[in-house]
């Protein structure tokens, strides 16, 4: 128990803070930053990953059946276009908010697809994932409305020398790209309902432990999801000019900056899988608890340090404060929804 919950506890702080060194590249423009991001964490770390904790790999995915690889295929690709909007949902509206909105719409979404897929739960365990769920939309909502509040406040304060126009686009704008690539991220539940049972029993035959049908899931749908974003990226760096960005005499420190994004990135899920093959039955609950709580809290507190509503108003973080909760909050009832459905 201790160990499965240590482990849901690092996975959500990966989670929270992968996309912290992203803001402390130089001389990249957002299509450079976001486009090694995706490049790494698509490609190099799940295949290097895979190859080397995955026993049978070619034997486990030929006993999938072509139809359901086209379904995992296809929700991969709404995944891959759902996480490149959270990267330019975090670039317009930055780590506090990006992550509360994208992960809060997920959730909501990803709360209600099983009822399609397994059916309703009983009463009561319906009744509180719905209450939860409700609890999560007021959590979204109210931190909408404290990225309004703060985009308010920091015009109010915007010194006469700067300039008029928001370079990195209105607070409205990355609010519903945050929120409509939630939507699309549910891709990869789809992905993982479809998949899962038979890659389970592929790699179990295979002599692989449990943890690590997480891994053979995550492999088709990263490189599947890599190559929307390979051919969005490759088309932006082209279309503004950006290809000579990684020419900078910053390279090698963005890199490494980079990589350690894409790292945490692919390793949260990862780790949260075993977290959750540790924790046994509580895996869905108590460790999907866990990891989104930490993971959201850790990326609202890193925003807030690193100076993303030094110019907003007690009103502004009342409604931030107010929305984390409400997210926390939703969350846990959400977990104790799914425990009482078992």
Not at 103 to 119: A, C, K
Not at 188 to 198: D, Q
Not at 320 to 329: K, N, P, S
């Amino acid at each position: 128990m201790i160990t499965g919950v240590f482990w849901a506890l690092l996975a959500g702080l990966m989670l929270g803070l992968y996309a912290l060194p992203g803001k402390y590249t130089k001389d990249f423009q957002f299509e450079n930053t976001w486009g090694l991001f995706f490049l790494l964490t698509m490609f190099a770390v799940p295949i290097i990953a895979t190859f080397a904790l995955m026993t049978g790999i070619a034997e486990a995915y030929a006993q999938v059946p072509t139809g359901t690889m086209v379904v995992i295929v296809g929700s991969s690709f709404l995944w891959g276009c759902g996480v490149m909007m959270w990267g330019k949902a975090i670039d317009h509206i930055g780590l506090s908010l990006g992550f509360s909105l994208f992960i809060g719409t997920v959730i909501l979404i990803g709360s209600i697809l099983p009822f399609f897929v397994d059916g309703l739960p009983p009463a009561n365990a319906l009744t509180t994932i719905l209450s939860g769920i409700a609890v999560v939309l007021v959590g979204v909502i109210a931190n909408g409305k404290a990225g309004l509040l703060r985009e308010k406040d920091e015009a109010a304060n915007k010194s006469a020398d700067e300039p008029d126009a928001d370079t990195k686009g209105s607070m409205t704008v990355g609010i519903l790209i945050a929120v409509f690539g939630g939507l699309l991220a549910t891709g990869f539940s789809v992905a993982n309902a479809v998949g899962r049972p038979i890659l389970h029993a592929a790699c179990q035959q295979l002599g692989n432990p449990d943890w690590v049908t997480a891994i053979a899931i995550m492999f088709p749908v990263f490189l599947s999801g890599g190559v929307v974003m390979s051919v969005y990226f490759a088309w932006q760096l082209s279309k503004k000019k950006a290809w000579g960005g990684f020419k900078t005499p910053r390279f090698s420190a963005n890199f490494g900056l980079i990589l350690i994004m894409a790292f945490f990135h692919y390793a949260a899920s990862a780790t949260f899988a075993y977290a959750a093959y540790k924790l046994g039955d509580m895996g869905n609950t108590v460790g999907y608890a866990i990891f989104n709580t930490t993971c959201v809290a850790v990326a609202i507190i890193s925003g807030i340090v690193t100076g993303e509503w030094t110019k907003a108003s007690t009103r502004a973080k009342a409604w931030l404060y107010t929305g984390l909760a409400c997210m926390v909050l939703g969350i846990i009832i959400v977990a104790m929804g799914n425990l009482l459905s078992q």
